[in-house]
């Protein structure tokens, strides 16, 4: 393994971006997320700067156990004219309790004279003053140098003297940032170089100090200059997952990952880690609720597929006629395959896992499989995702297995009335008509949404047949709309995930109507439900 | 004006990309854009291989008068064993009257012998054959060498030879493609110095024959790539407007073009056309149906947007400060985001850019800058993005500035009934109750969910004061459901884009209830559009 950072500034840099806007709960399900992947850093944010950022730190403190990542703190160097020992802001990077803290701090002369409005040399003394104290009070110190490369560009020297100011404070790790994201590849490699070079950190052994990069994509080569920096010297690299960022975005951390590991044989993380890369950029995409960007090298949806014509039949031949590497070692697929071959294989495995067990070579069961496949191929096209609901996916598959599904109750009809008040919050009355042991049940439930009335007017209609479903807890629901910027009409996509107490599921609904989707995605969910308690049909 | 090569593939390669499909309407729109881009080349695609590019390049002929740019069809070497010169697919080439002919030729041993199914000595007679009768033809003959980086590391003889046959047959260009698009830059780099200097083609100047490059960008790097191939020589650049291709995509050649013009002096297009990038990317974009990616370089809407508090305070003194160059050279924008990580110094930029001109040093506008900067906080705590929703964030400001918004009308209550009809999809039926100049207005609306049947009584109502609002389009709604995971009462986010045709806009509304959340969120969208369309109030 080489001792290269791989620092993930996701939750920091990343949130920066337009639209994106993280909870507390999100910043801990990605930071979870990020652990998976095997990065070395996760920078959390900034306490002290912004509420929900101290909260971050004080939850994760208690709440998150990290296997192989170390979380990060970010600040900034103590306020001109102060003290680092009396400065608020420095004081609640200490309180985060955070190992590792993450200093930014000028090294661009017109930065220093015109944002800060101070002088030089103050400059240099909050750096040094800040990272002694913060070494002094045990934690390491990384600092980075916002504005590096224009900095440079301006006045070498005085970007160099901020650097060795930290350097001699303590610092650990002094990351060049170009902030503004201009910086093409050439450049960067020369500079970088001649940084190394200046203050005799040229790779990371053998010193105590080492340089590291952070780059914005806004020329297009957030990736290539953190390739290009690292081929110069630097050992500690920063980015973020799908590219987050603020304008054009971050360096995309898995592209830099997959390409300096795969590409370059520099290991950084292990291998089985990184063949989750494609699941985990989905995972937090759907955290964050940003659209995934199908064009993602290595991780995105389109990133191995090919359309048919001049490849296809190359590809019959030897599929790395076609492809930079195998998809596999990102978790990814080439879509050609998936279709067909893949796609038995994985329905034989997923039955044989619930237990089902298929025959390949037996003439029935390889008609189960060819239909679900077929079943399965049709409603993906339609909007289902079945990787994100697993349970909905079981129960289609023993839909198709005579008596594998027993039939609990059945659905009549089911109406929501939503009306605002005169004053305070809209409300929301569900009427469901089901029929459940030969027995009609009609029942009504309220709620502050119309979602929540229909899980409500369900749970009182089932309660006396089905008095198991009291454990049953709805604990997340996500709505997606679909192609609604084709200007066709848009279709709703609803995943519920369901809580019995010991495991989660997820079930999914899709049609026109939200409502609709949402009713199909809480009937899948309180099925499997029953399904799982091996509650007998009443 | 450099005379390196501006080469498009936006028709032909672009088109590659998944969910992409372009008419021949589509290509004569997508042709006259590119032109007025001010491109030197246009591949049109590939007449003979398919009807619609055939169909194409004899439209062409007659219906696309071209200010700047040639237009080039693409096509193969002749096949094995045949004659260039009665080779159906070549004919057609001649056929398609384009002065340039592009010509796709194998120069990796491997695609020659496990893909062509030739010998090596057939694939350079192929070549050989096919530029010198196309040249005999007077066309002038582009090479793109397919596979070229893959095929240099396996056999650099051979790839080489390849080349050596095309120019001494008469191409103008030898063009290297990065297919598989595994290329990193350092590698690319010295490839191509390599090959400029064993053909003796270094830099365009003094010789025949050019090297162009051609990238995709599976490892993220396809600009930077493209920059690196033409630091070391090439003077031929091949890409496609918003990165279209297959897979993760081509080169984007707006970035490649505005890095090469802009960071490092090479004129390249005359500068107005620069300035039109941005506009003829979205043009594009609307042709191709693609929703435009927001963190493009330079075009992207999120390129020059700002949302930290820390940025802000700096732009105000001087927006270069956090910018890596001046917007309005690619006709774009710099946008401030509203955000909880906002300041004054945000909201004061914000209202500049809304016309709302406040003095800081005055006491009542300093009042309202810390009132609405209090009322962000406030409502971001509880859920609002203000950043996603521009239009929100303008009525914000309005209703704190007498007189700054009207009042269009007054909602007094509304109501939606959902209903699972036996057959068929779920009907929403909705009811909204408003004042309009003293009146009181009641209508019904019907829809395939409940949003669409608000939306649809909401215009119901102000159809007779308002007709105005006949030309506002919802085209997008997205939905949040935020901190489920916390097990509190979820907060529901919804956010609206609506269209006047010429614009968008964004608007938002935050609520338990999912359908006050779009009740909200649409109230706000069509006040939005009757503020813009300086509607008086009736």
């Known amino acids: 393994m080489s001792d290269l950072h791989v620092y993930d500034t996701t939750l920091r840099d990343g949130a920066q971006q337009e639209g994106l806007n993280l909870s507390v709960a999100d910043k801990l399900t990605i930071a979870s997320h990020l652990d998976d992947l095997g990065v070395g850093f996760i920078e959390g944010g900034w306490p002290g700067a912004n509420p929900k950022d101290t909260e971050f730190f004080a939850r994760a403190a208690t709440d998150l156990t990290l296997k192989n990542a170390t979380l990060a703190a970010f600040g900034a160097t103590r306020r001109a004219g102060g003290s680092a020992a009396t400065d608020p802001l420095v004081r609640a990077l200490l309180d985060s309790q955070a190992s590792v803290v993450t200093l930014v701090a000028k090294s661009h002369v017109g930065h220093v004279e015109r944002a800060l409005r101070t002088t030089r040399e103050e400059n240099l003394e909050m750096i040094r003053d800040t990272v002694s104290f913060l070494r002094g009070e045990g934690r390491r110190v990384f600092l980075d140098a916002e504005h590096f490369f224009d900095g440079y560009a301006v006045d070498r020297a005085y970007a160099l003297e901020a650097l060795r100011a930290a350097a001699e404070s303590g610092a650990e790790v002094l990351a060049l940032c170009d902030t503004n994201g201009g910086m093409l590849p050439s450049r960067i490699g020369d500079v970088v170089a001649d940084v190394a070079d200046a203050l005799g950190v040229a790779g990371a052994t053998g010193t105590d100090t080492r340089l590291g990069i952070h780059c914005h994509n806004d020329t297009g080569c957030a990736v290539a200059n953190s390739m290009v920096a690292v081929d110069a010297g630097a050992t500690h690299v920063q980015g973020t997952v799908n590219g987050y960022g603020e304008r054009t975005g971050n360096a995309n951390l898995v592209t830099v990952v997959a390409n300096l590991q795969l590409k370059q044989g520099v290991q950084l993380i292990e291998p089985h880690r990184l063949q989750e890369s494609t699941r985990i950029s989905h995972a937090i995409s759907e955290v964050t609720n940003v659209p995934a960007y199908s064009r993602q090298p290595y991780t995105g949806a389109s990133a191995f597929a090919h359309k048919a014509g001049l490849h296809a039949s190359a590809i019959k031949v030897d599929p790395d006629l076609y492809q930079h590497l195998d998809p596999k070692q990102v978790g990814n697929d080439m879509r050609m395959l998936i279709s067909d071959m893949a796609g038995r294989a994985s329905i034989e495995l997923k039955a044989r896992e619930l237990g089902l ?165 809480l009937v899948e969910s309180v099925t499997y439900g029953l399904l799982r308690a091996a509650v007998p049909v009443r």
């Open 357 to 521: 067990d298929l025959d390949p070579t037996d003439a029935a069961d390889s008609a189960l499989v060819q239909r679900v496949l077929a079943k399965v191929k049709d409603l993906e096209l339609r909007g289902y995702t079945f990787d994100a609901a697993d349970a909905s996916f079981e129960l289609l598959l023993r839909r198709e297995v005579e008596g594998a599904l027993p039939d609990f109750f059945e659905v009549e009809s089911w109406r929501v009335i939503t009306d605002s008040q005169s004053h305070g919050d809209a409300l929301s009355e569900a009427t469901v008509k089901i029929t459940t042991g030969g027995k009609r049940v009609l029942r009504t439930g309220e709620g502050n949404g119309p979602v929540n009335a229909l899980d409500h007017a369900l749970r009182l209609a089932l309660a006396t047949a089905y008095p198991e479903i009291e454990h049953l807890e709805l604990i997340d629901y996500r709505v997606r709309i679909l192609d609604a910027a084709h200007g066709t009409d848009a279709v709703t996509r609803v995943l519920i995930e369901t809580s019995d107490g010991e495991t989660t599921w997820e079930t999914i609904g899709v049609a026109a109507n939200i409502l609709e989707a949402s009713w199909d995605a």
